[in-house]
């Protein structure tokens, strides 16, 4: 993806992220992007909806496998505004997800290169590409901002 291409899908991550955080979610989302078109998205949930599963890359490929009408991802690039940790990451390769592209890192509970590096594990079935991308700052900001206002 073009690198403006990335900074539009990413800017629509943060701004789910923004909507989570006005919720009283912590901050993140993701928009899941098939052929240069977004297909899911979603936001942190797990207060709202009451289910520990409910992150941003979840509830955002629940709704792309029920918008396609299929479990299976190929092709596709999820945009999150912080690195997935492991459940999420699990979910990617069984979705098989294309390729990650996330803000912000996660130096607690990150798994894709912060604590873990569960994507470059070759035992899996399926490769998931992976790369930090654009809105590092500002989203790192949003996430420090929200944690900050509830200290």
């Given at each position: 993806m073009a690198v403006d291409r990335d900074s539009e899908f990413m800017g629509r991550a943060l701004a789910l992220a923004e909507a989570a955080a006005?919720?009283?979610?912590?901050?993140?989302g993701a928009v899941l992007v098939s052929d240069g078109t977004i297909v899911g998205e979603g936001a942190n949930g797990v207060i709202a909806r009451c289910d520990p599963t409910a992150h941003a890359e979840i509830t955002t490929l629940r709704a792309a496998g029920q918008r396609l009408g299929n479990y299976r991802l190929p092709g596709s690039v999820l945009y999150v505004t912080l690195e997935p940790c492991t459940m999420c990451v699990g979910a990617l390769v069984h979705a098989r997800v294309a390729e990650l592209v996330f803000a912000a890192l996660e130096p607690r509970a990150g798994a894709v290169c912060s604590t873990a590096r569960l994507l470059?594990?070759?035992h899996y079935n399926h490769r998931v590409s992976w790369r930090q991308g654009p809105l590092a700052e500002e989203s790192g900001e949003l996430l420090r901002g929200f944690f900050r206002a509830r200290r």
């Amino acid at each position: 993806m073009a690198v403006d291409r990335d900074s539009e899908f990413m800017g629509r991550a943060l701004a789910l992220a923004e909507a989570a955080a006005e919720a009283g979610e912590v901050p993140i989302g993701a928009v899941l992007v098939s052929d240069g078109t977004i297909v899911g998205e979603g936001a942190n949930g797990v207060i709202a909806r009451c289910d520990p599963t409910a992150h941003a890359e979840i509830t955002t490929l629940r709704a792309a496998g029920q918008r396609l009408g299929n479990y299976r991802l190929p092709g596709s690039v999820l945009y999150v505004t912080l690195e997935p940790c492991t459940m999420c990451v699990g979910a990617l390769v069984h979705a098989r997800v294309a390729e990650l592209v996330f803000a912000a890192l996660e130096p607690r509970a990150g798994a894709v290169c912060s604590t873990a590096r569960l994507l470059d594990a070759t035992h899996y079935n399926h490769r998931v590409s992976w790369r930090q991308g654009p809105l590092a700052e500002e989203s790192g900001e949003l996430l420090r901002g929200f944690f900050r206002a509830r200290r």
